[in-house]
């Protein structure tokens, strides 16, 4: 039992005490712990690529320049005959005769080619039948009536002499009757007489003027329609005429490929004669300057290394694919060596050069219409969205009228693959 004892005596169990836990430290440790966190996530954010990732392969560049904005159009137009006739067929038949071939010189008046056909031929004849068939009616009732204006004439000259007779007749009864030789009785008898002749003339009067009003209507229709018929006549006699077709003005036979034995309808495209001497040019441009080109701007071409003053002469504003026509003409000389459809280059001027920022045209216009852009940083490798304004255009430069200043570069390609994009990284080289 002693030695029990002395063996828990010697455990050093009462040497044991309880040590207070320090819940600072542990705090300490957990904050530093985030802060460390936080930091390594700033870290990994300030050097993460920002922005949409873009191959610099894949851009091109322009770059802000100071320099003169020349209010221009330039223009790739072609030469057109100024005086052109178009040749289409006025008559259907088929072709018996060819004459002249394409691209010859003709003279007006010259014989192009001639058309048979017989239908024609076949309305004349009826037409000139028809045409002598009322000719004859005409004469016809022309010996008719003069006939019966002759019956009517004979008719009030006989009685025009019976009414003399009756009136001499009348006043020699008048004196007898002063002087009592005859009486009243027989006095009235010949006063009776005298009324009933004098009646008799003034309703033959009345006839006659009656049936030449008939007579003058029925010639003047019977005219009518004789004149009807000859028009007709000339129109079919025009018809069989134009079976051979001449040429209408001096000029070049152009477009002209008609062959032996073809059969042609009406209204088909035959050729056109040009007038070799005087051209215009035609050349299509972008609607974007529709609004601002107008009849009678100046503009130049440049043929055979001489620059010729030109002028607009027409606007044609239906737009196709985006072009409308404009025709200019020469305003002094013209060209010598210059050929129909030949092309040429041209400008029109629209206003006066003036001193502005200028940037490199490019597809991105068509994308954001110049309301904004993708500005490069200096070194190349970030380009941010950013609004600008800008003013005229041509071909090859915008004017800009604020947004960017002179040595800035922009991005001039096509922006459709980042229209909802605030911010591009470039990479590569």
Same mark, same amino acid.
């Given at each position: 039992?002693? !030695?029990?004892?002395?063996?828990?005596?010697?455990?050093?169990?009462? &040497?044991?005490?309880?040590?207070?836990?320090?819940?600072?430290?542990? +705090?300490?440790?957990?904050?530093?712990?985030?802060?460390?966190?936080?930091?390594?996530?700033?870290?990994?954010?300030?050097? &993460?690529?920002?922005?949409?990732?873009?191959?610099?392969?894949?851009?091109?560049?322009?770059?802000?320049?100071?320099?003169?904005?020349?209010?221009?159009?330039?223009?790739?137009?072609?030469?057109?005959?100024?005086?052109?006739?178009?040749?289409?067929?006025?008559?259907?038949?088929?072709?018996?005769?060819?004459?002249?071939?394409?691209?010859?010189?003709?003279?007006?008046?010259?014989?192009?080619?001639?058309?048979?056909?017989?239908?024609?031929?076949?309305?004349?004849?009826?037409?000139?039948?028809?045409?002598?068939?009322?000719?004859?009616?005409?004469?016809?009732?022309?010996?008719?009536?003069?006939?019966?204006?002759?019956?009517?004439?004979?008719?009030?000259?006989?009685?025009?002499?019976?009414?003399?007779?009756? #009136?001499?007749?009348?006043?020699?009864?008048?004196?007898?009757?002063?002087?009592?030789?005859?009486?009243?009785?027989?006095?009235?008898?010949? #006063?009776?007489?005298?009324?009933? *002749?004098?009646?008799?003339?003034?309703?033959?009067? @009345?006839?006659?003027?009656?049936?030449?009003?008939?007579?003058?209507?029925?010639?003047? @229709? &019977?005219?009518?329609?004789?004149?009807?018929? *000859?028009?007709?006549?000339?129109?079919?006699?025009?018809?069989?005429?134009?079976?051979?077709?001449?040429?209408?003005?001096?000029?070049?036979?152009?477009?002209?490929?008609?062959?032996?034995?073809?059969?042609?309808?009406?209204?088909?495209?035959?050729?056109?004669?040009?007038?070799?001497?005087?051209?215009?040019?035609?050349? @299509? +441009?972008?609607?974007?300057?529709?609004?601002?080109?107008?009849?009678?701007?100046?503009? !130049?071409?440049? /043929?055979?290394?001489?620059?010729?003053?030109?002028?607009?002469?027409?606007?044609?504003?239906? /737009?196709?694919?985006?072009?409308?026509?404009?025709?200019?003409?020469?305003?002094?000389? @013209?060209?010598?060596?210059?050929?129909?459809? *030949?092309?040429?280059?041209?400008? /029109?001027?629209?206003?006066?050069?003036?001193?502005?920022?200028?940037?490199?045209?490019?597809?991105?216009?068509?994308?954001?219409?110049?309301?904004? +852009?993708?500005?490069?940083?200096?070194?190349?490798?970030?380009?941010?969205?950013?609004?600008?304004?800008?003013?005229?255009?041509?071909?090859?430069?915008?004017?800009?009228?604020?947004?960017?200043?002179?040595?800035? *570069?922009?991005?001039?390609?096509?922006?459709?693959?980042?229209?909802?994009?605030?911010?591009?990284?470039?990479?590569?080289?």
């Amino acid at each position: 039992m002693e !030695n029990q004892t002395k063996l828990r005596t010697v455990t050093g169990a009462a &040497m044991d005490k309880v040590v207070p836990v320090d819940y600072r430290r542990k +705090v300490y440790r957990f904050t530093a712990a985030i802060i460390a966190f936080i930091c390594l996530l700033l870290m990994a954010w300030y050097f &993460m690529p920002k922005g949409l990732q873009v191959s610099a392969t894949d851009v091109r560049k322009g770059m802000v320049e100071r320099g003169t904005f020349r209010d221009e159009v330039t223009l790739r137009a072609n030469a057109l005959a100024l005086n052109s006739v178009i040749l289409d067929a006025i008559e259907s038949g088929r072709v018996e005769e060819v004459l002249i071939q394409d691209g010859a010189m003709v003279k007006r008046g010259q014989l192009l080619f001639r058309l048979s056909n017989p239908q024609r031929n076949l309305d004349l004849l009826q037409r000139k039948g028809e045409q002598t068939q009322q000719v004859s009616n005409l004469a016809n009732l022309q010996v008719g009536f003069q006939m019966a204006a002759t019956e009517h004439q004979r008719r009030l000259s006989a009685l025009e002499f019976e009414l003399m007779q009756a #009136q001499k007749k009348h006043e020699r009864n008048m004196t007898l009757a002063a002087q009592g030789f005859i009486s009243k009785v027989a006095l009235d008898e010949s #006063q009776d007489a005298l009324t009933r *002749q004098q009646f008799s003339v003034n309703e033959e009067r @009345q006839n006659k003027i009656a049936e030449d009003k008939v007579r003058s209507e029925a010639l003047a @229709q &019977m005219g009518a329609g004789i004149s009807s018929l *000859q028009s007709g006549l000339k129109l079919v006699s025009a018809s069989v005429e134009a079976l051979a077709v001449r040429a209408p003005i001096d000029g070049k036979l152009t477009d002209f490929k008609l062959q032996i034995g073809e059969s042609i309808t009406t209204g088909k495209h035959l050729g056109r004669i040009d007038d070799p001497r005087h051209f215009k040019l035609s050349a @299509q +441009v972008d609607e974007f300057y529709l609004s601002r080109i107008a009849i009678g701007h100046q503009a !130049n071409a440049m /043929i055979d290394n001489k620059i010729f003053a030109l002028e607009v002469m027409n606007i044609f504003p239906q /737009i196709k694919d985006g072009r409308f026509l404009v025709e200019l003409k020469f305003k002094n000389e @013209q060209a010598e060596k210059l050929n129909s459809g *030949q092309s040429v280059n041209a400008r /029109i001027t629209l206003g006066e050069p003036a001193t502005a920022h200028l940037l490199p045209t490019g597809p991105y216009l068509n994308d954001t219409g110049g309301t904004w +852009v993708f500005v490069l940083s200096k070194d190349g490798q970030v380009a941010e969205r950013r609004a600008i304004k800008i003013g005229r255009r041509n071909q090859q430069q915008i004017e800009v009228l604020s947004g960017l200043e002179a040595g800035e *570069q922009i991005i001039t390609s096509s922006y459709a693959a980042f229209q909802t994009v605030d911010r591009l990284q470039i990479h590569g080289r």
